[in-house]
C-alpha cells in the first residue's frame, strides 16, 4: 500500500526566512512524487514534479529514497506563497492515481 | 478548452435524494479521476477512466456511487440516496496519454456538494 505523510498541518514563517515542508511516503516500488498548491479559492495546481527536477517560483524538493521523503524548499519565502501544499505520489503513468498527503498550510507572515 | 470544467460549484440535497455531478476534461486528455475531500482534509481517490472505460475503481463505494465517461458527453459522477457523510467537495482531474512517467493531472474547481 502506498501512503504519503505530512506532518505539519499547519506551518507559520516570516517573509524572507527559509521554508521546508516535510513529505514522507511508504511504497514498495519506485514511486513519483508531486507537490501541488491550492491557493485561497484556487484550484488545486501542480507545483513540482520529482522527475523534471525543477524549481518552480522558487521551490525545489529532491527525492530521497535513502530516508523515503521528498521536502518542499524554498530559501526565501513571500507572502504570495502562502497556500495549502499537498505532497502526492503517483506508481505509475499518467493514467494512475495519486495519493495524497493532509496537506500543509503555510502562512508567510509580514 | 485548456481547464477542467465542473458543474455545478454548488450542490445542495436532502438526504436521501440523488446527486449528480459533471466534469468535461481538456480536450485530448485520456484520462479522468475523481476525488472526494470531505472537511478540507485529505482527498480521497473515487474512481479513474481511460476513456470511456473504467480504469481503476477500487475507491468507490459501489452501493450508491457510479461515474460514467460517454463519448462526446462530459463525464459524471451519481451518489443515489445520499446521506450526511457524503458531503464533501468532489473534484475532477484530467492528465494526457503519455506513455511512461505521470506528468500529474490538472484539477477542476470542484462541486461542493451538501446534504442536509
Known amino acids: 500500500a502506498q501512503r504519503v505523510t505530512q506532518p505539519e498541518k499547519l506551518l507559520s514563517v516570516f517573509k524572507g526566512a527559509p521554508v521546508e515542508l516535510k513529505c514522507n511516503y511508504s511504497y514498495s516500488g519506485s514511486p513519483e512524487l508531486f507537490w501541488y498548491v491550492q491557493y485561497s479559492r484556487q484550484r488545486l495546481q501542480l507545483l513540482l514534479r520529482h522527475i523534471s527536477r525543477e524549481s518552480i517560483k522558487g521551490f525545489t524538493a529532491d527525492l530521497n529514497k535513502g530516508e523515503t521523503s521528498f521536502h518542499l524548499k524554498k530559501p526565501f519565502a513571500q507572502e504570495e506563497d502562502s497556500a495549502m501544499y499537498y505532497c502526492a505520489l503517483s506508481s505509475g503513468g499518467s493514467n494512475y492515481k495519486l495519493t495524497f498527503g493532509k496537506g500543509t498550510l503555510l502562512t508567510v507572515n509580514p | 478548452g485548456e481547464e477542467v470544467a465542473q458543474t455545478p460549484k454548488h450542490l445542495v440535497r436532502g438526504e436521501g435524494q440523488k446527486a449528480k455531478l459533471y466534469c468535461a476534461p481538456i480536450?485530448?486528455?485520456?484520462?479522468v479521476f475523481w476525488y472526494q475531500q470531505v472537511l478540507k482534509n485529505e482527498f480521497k481517490f473515487l474512481i479513474s477512466f481511460q476513456n470511456e472505460n473504467v480504469f481503476d475503481e477500487t475507491g468507490m463505494p459501489k452501493e450508491r456511487f457510479s461515474a460514467k465517461c460517454l463519448p462526446n458527453s462530459p463525464c459524471s459522477l451519481e451518489i443515489q440516496a445520499t446521506k450526511l457523510e457524503d458531503s464533501a467537495v468532489y473534484f475532477c482531474?484530467?492528465?494526457?496519454?503519455?506513455?511512461?512517467?505521470?506528468?500529474?493531472?490538472?484539477f477542476g474547481s470542484g462541486t461542493r456538494l451538501t446534504v442536509v
Open positions: 480536450k485530448g486528455h485520456s484520462y
Open positions: 482531474a484530467s492528465s494526457q496519454s503519455i506513455q511512461g512517467s505521470n506528468y500529474g493531472y490538472t
